[in-house]
């Protein structure tokens, strides 16, 4: 329970934690009302 805690501390938790939020980000860019307004030409 102690590691789950600082998980966002580690190399690693930054790692996953900033991939998902890329993911994320992406996910709302493509599949969000306002992300098709801002792809469209």
Known sequence: MKYIRHF?????GK????LLGI????????FSAWGNR???P
């Open 8 to 12: 966002h501390q580690t190399l690693l």
């Open 15 to 18: 790692i996953l934690l900033s």
């Open 23 to 30: 993911i994320i980000a992406i996910a709302l860019v493509l």
């Open 38 to 40: 801002l792809i469209t």
